[in-house]
């Protein structure tokens, strides 16, 4: 049974970095997408990018283009969201998910729609 793993958050300064990292187990990410979720207390969970690991297609929304980066090791079993310029907004828990042969990048799925959810990692901004 796979599953996957998010850690690497914390609480850290506006204007500070952090790296998420979303690790598989019980499989490789060879044919899947990892896309990253957050949700802020009483808000709706929303999106924040997308990495095919094939052909590392990659998506970000606009709110953290420029600031968050994604990339992968060489064994294919770690994602890594690298988080720049952080801002009060930013915080909230983040989850990765799996998808297998994502079609469309620039696009999130619901949530049942994806193979595997990690437990999700706390990030705070806040000086």
């Known amino acids: 049974q796979g599953q996957l793993v998010e850690s690497g958050g914390g609480l850290v300064q506006p204007g500070g970095s952090l790296r998420l990292s979303c690790t598989a187990s019980?499989?490789?990410?060879?044919?899947?997408?990892i896309a990253w979720f957050r949700q802020a207390p009483g808000k709706v969970r929303e999106g924040v990018s997308v990495?095919?690991?094939?052909?590392?297609?990659?998506y970000y929304v606009e709110s953290v283009k420029g600031r968050f980066t994604m990339s992968r090791d060489n064994a294919k079993t770690t994602v890594y969201l690298q988080m720049n310029d952080l801002k009060p907004e930013d915080s909230a828990v983040y989850y990765c998910?799996?998808?297998?042969?994502?079609?469309?990048?620039?696009?999130?799925?619901?949530?049942?729609?994806?193979?595997?959810w990690g437990q999700g990692t706390q990030v705070t901004v806040s000086s």
């Open positions: 998910a799996a998808v297998l042969r994502l079609a469309v990048v620039d696009m999130f799925l619901k949530d049942y729609e994806y193979d595997y």
């Open positions: 019980g499989f490789t990410l060879d044919d899947y997408a």
């Open positions: 990495f095919r690991i094939k052909d590392a297609g990659m």
